[in-house]
């Protein structure tokens, strides 16, 4: 008895496997067939793009060089917006970490004393496709900075070019 139960319960799951995996594939079609002509990534690419356009909506970008002329002036605040590992690893000379993590859990008085709310701030982070500086300045205006940029290129474009970093902190 014992053994016909389980060859019974066997075949039944294996009926509900292959029928979960036959619904699966034929709900996610669109997506499979985009991936099998090797489409998907372009698409994800697409989508993310879109994104950081709507973020960056009343957000002024600087690019490198832009960048670059405002650290030189020594008039701006930069803010490093990546996980305080890579901020420790090598970041922009005189930067300062902060993530949008650390910006959900600082209280306003807090940050004003570690930001001049007047001040040009600059927010990075690793890469051109990296968003996690447009959250930092997305919060930031939120909490009331007003002249809150962001450093599109990235830090890995101002390493490549040479430009002053530090280790310490």
Not at 6 to 23: M, N
Not at 98 to 120: C, M, Y
Not at 141 to 168: I, K, N
């Amino acid at each position: 008895m014992i053994p016909t139960t389980f060859s019974h319960d066997l075949k039944w799951s294996l009926v509900l496997g292959f029928l979960s995996l036959f619904l699966t594939v034929l709900w996610h079609w669109p997506i499979v067939q985009q991936s099998y002509q090797n489409k998907l990534f372009s698409q994800i690419k697409e989508l993310e793009r879109q994104k950081a356009a709507q973020l960056l909506q009343g957000i002024r970008t600087y690019n490198l060089q832009q960048a670059f002329a405002l650290h030189q002036q020594g008039v701006t605040t930069f803010i490093d917006a990546r996980p305080p590992a890579e901020y420790r690893e090598l970041h922009i000379e005189g930067a300062i970490n902060l993530t949008a993590d650390d910006l959900h859990s600082i209280k306003d008085t807090e940050l004003s004393k570690r930001l001049n709310p007047g001040r040009r701030i600059i927010i990075y982070c690793a890469h051109e496709d990296c968003h996690a500086s447009l959250k930092v300045a997305e919060l930031l205006q939120s909490r009331g900075f007003g002249e809150v940029a962001v450093f599109l290129d990235g830090f890995r474009a101002w390493d490549e070019a040479g430009y002053p970093v530090d280790v310490s902190r």
